[in-house]
């Protein structure tokens, strides 16, 4: 069976730090691009990051360019999404997604439907 599975999350003070983890088990994930979404209550789930399956290429957010960081273990079937300067509103469910994804051309990475895979969630809370 194919699971991601996502930890780290929890509750940070703004201006502080989270690193998230999602461990693939079931298959490798070494060809596949990971992915970072989040989602609010009642809202769409947002793209946040993508990282090609070798690793070589990262696509951020506006929203989070700059404090967010995606990095992969292929041979740990791990990817990981360190955050810092945290702000209110990066509170939200966070999930990863794995799928044969296409960087170089046009935007795809950041559409649910292009997924074939998903964890189920972590949540972090940045308080004021």
């Known amino acids: 069976q194919v699971q991601l599975v996502e930890s780290g999350g929890g509750l940070v003070q703004a201006g502080g730090s989270l690193m998230l983890s999602c461990a693939a088990s079931?298959?490798?994930?070494?060809?596949?691009?990971m992915s970072w979404f989040r989602q609010l209550p009642g809202k769409d789930r947002e793209f946040v990051g993508v990282?090609?399956?070798?690793?070589?290429?990262?696509i951020y957010a506006d929203a989070v360019r700059g404090r967010f960081t995606i990095s992969r273990d292929n041979a740990k079937n791990t990817v990981y999404l360190q955050m810092n300067n945290l702000k209110s509103e990066d509170t939200a469910v966070y999930y990863c997604?794995?799928?044969?994804?296409?960087?170089?051309?046009?935007?795809?990475?950041?559409?649910?439907?292009?997924?074939?895979?998903w964890g189920q969630g972590t949540q972090v809370t940045v308080s004021t």
């Open positions: 997604a794995a799928g044969n994804v296409n960087l170089l051309y046009g935007r795809n990475y950041k559409y649910i439907g292009q997924y074939d895979y």
């Open positions: 079931g298959r490798m994930f070494d060809r596949d691009a």
């Open positions: 990282i090609s399956w070798s690793g070589l290429t990262t």
